[in-house]
């Protein structure tokens, strides 16, 4: 059974940066499709970044140029580097692995606030 954990948020202010986690336990297929989401109060689950077992990458225009998707496949971790963040930023961060099945972590609380 595989399980995700997540880690590195935490409360920032505008302009601050922070660098999330998720680390997967037990074995994962090598193509695996590595991926962050967030969910903002009231709002829908909404993809971040995803980033394919061979390095490529994809983006919601609303963090292109801020934030970083990167994966290390030996460890099977992803990483999501956010810079510039903002208020609007603020959500609960999910990692998801799609490879055999899909995997889903229990999420890391990020707040963006003054």
């Known amino acids: 059974q595989v399980q995700l954990a997540e880690s590195g948020g935490g409360l920032v202010h505008p302009g601050g940066s922070l660098r999330l986690s998720c680390v997967a336990s037990g074995s994962i297929s090598s193509r695996t499709v590595m991926s962050w989401f967030r969910q903002a109060p009231g709002k829908e689950r909404e993809l971040v970044a995803g980033i394919t077992h061979y390095g490529s990458t994809d983006y919601a225009d609303a963090v292109k140029g801020r934030f970083t998707i990167s994966r290390d496949n030996a460890k099977n971790t992803v990483y999501l580097q956010m810079n510039n963040l903002k208020v609007q930023d603020t959500a609960v961060y999910y990692c998801?692995?799609?490879?055999?099945?899909?995997?889903w972590g229990q999420g890391t609380q990020v707040t963006v606030s003054s």
């Open positions: 998801q692995f799609v490879g055999r099945e899909t995997y």
